[in-house]
């Protein structure tokens, strides 16, 4: 197993520091978060630079910008401009501008690096980015219906739609 499909694998990725003499993994390693990727042999100077960058906290590091990448494309996406993630099996379709691409990253993964107080877990196979609901109404069965901007709309469940309404003091 490949460092790789040990990532894919994990639930909770842990910061992840790459090191190998192949750089031909280097766009993989970002697209699965990598704080860094050192190329052998290290120099001392390099490895601590790398390591500055580990938070020596218990506490999950919150993303600030995500490198994405679909096929030949690649985007450095800031947080505030996704306004939906969404759940297709192990991989998160990233919504931003009028982007949707696919990345090998779980939404359950995504979610525990996600500043609660920007986005919120509309159901099981979305979070949308509070910042970009525009309006909320009262849907058939009591739920929510959050309309982002843009139009989009999402359904919430009854159990989230009840904490969007503490969050949102609706």
């Not at 750089?23 to 990727?37: G, K, N, R, W």
């Amino acid at each position: 197993m490949t460092g790789f499909d040990l990532l894919e694998r994990l639930e909770d990725v842990p910061q992840v520091i790459f090191t190998t003499a192949y750089d031909q993994y280097a766009i993989q390693a970002f697209e699965v978060s990598a704080l860094d990727y050192l190329l052998k042999p290290v120099a001392p100077a390099r490895l601590a630079a790398a390591l500055a960058k580990v938070r020596p906290s218990p506490e999950t590091p919150r993303l600030e910008q995500v490198f994405v990448r679909d096929g030949d494309r690649c985007w450095i996406v800031r947080l505030p401009d996704i306004f939906l993630l969404e759940s297709e099996g192990n991989y998160t379709r990233i919504c931003f501008g009028n982007e949707r691409p696919l990345i090998r990253r779980s939404l359950n993964a995504l979610e525990s690096q996600l500043d609660p107080a920007m986005f919120f877990r509309a159901g099981r196979k979305q979070i949308v980015n509070l910042k970009w609901i525009e309006k909320v109404d009262v849907a058939i069965g009591g739920g929510l219906v959050a309309t982002l901007r843009g139009g989009r709309t999402v359904e919430l469940s009854r159990r989230q739609s009840a904490r969007l309404r503490e969050i949102l003091s609706l």
